[in-house]
């Protein structure tokens, strides 16, 4: 599956309890086609006392919302957007949404 999103951008969250909520991609994990949103699906985490957490208890982490579930922020129109890719004359690939906007380069040319 083609991902469209990586790690640093900002997506929109589209289905599920955060719906219309947006953040920065922290992680990607490809292989189970699902993303780390910044500060959203939150659960809270069991951890025993330890030298980084010397209390232990509990602790919030941010758990994995599946790729489809997410769309790439338009800079233009701050919403999400689906993407499609093109490729110059000079071998770059580009990331655009579907007004045409650029989102990021996928390629540099050689």
Known sequence: MALHV???DIVEI?????????GRVLRVIS?????VV??????????????????GGRIN??????????????P??????RVHYQLSADGSKKRLAVDGTEIGIV???K
Do not use: F, T
């Open 6 to 8: 990586k790690k640093g």
């Open 14 to 22: 589209i289905a599920g309890d955060h719906k219309g909520a947006s």
């Open 31 to 35: 292989d189970k086609n699902c993303v």
């Open 38 to 55: 910044q500060g959203h699906n939150l659960a809270k985490k069991h951890v025993r006392p330890s030298r980084r957490n010397p209390q």
């Open 61 to 74: 982490v941010e758990r994995p919302i599946h790729i489809s579930n997410v769309l790439p922020v338009n």
């Open 76 to 81: 233009k129109s701050s919403h999400g957007s």
């Open 107 to 109: 390629r540099k040319a």
